[in-house]
């Protein structure tokens, strides 16, 4: 078995944004823009994440949340 970096998910407003696809690599953070976002919640490992993001959270999540 690889041991290949593990991201965590990302969701926004409730859609994942991140991932979408397997393999793919996690979006540019610098992109979203700060002065859009209302909130934001980090689960730094899988256990921390909340049952609704269990499905898509292996390993912990970003979850950003709009004005």
Same mark, same amino acid.
């Given at each position: %078995?690889?041991?290949?970096a593990?991201? !965590?998910a990302?969701?926004?407003?409730?859609?994942r944004?991140f991932? *979408?696809?397997?393999?793919? *690599?996690?979006? $540019? *953070?610098? &992109?979203?823009?700060? $002065? $859009?976002?209302g909130g934001?919640?980090?689960y %730094?490992? %899988?256990?921390q994440v909340? !049952?609704?993001? &269990?499905?898509?959270a292996t390993?912990? !999540? *970003?979850?950003l949340? %709009?004005?």
């Amino acid at each position: %078995a690889g041991s290949g970096a593990c991201h !965590a998910a990302i969701v926004r407003d409730g859609s994942r944004i991140f991932p *979408l696809t397997v393999g793919t *690599l996690p979006p $540019d *953070l610098d &992109k979203i823009f700060t $002065d $859009d976002l209302g909130g934001i919640e980090f689960y %730094a490992q %899988a256990s921390q994440v909340p !049952a609704e993001l &269990k499905d898509v959270a292996t390993c912990g !999540a *970003l979850v950003l949340w %709009a004005r």
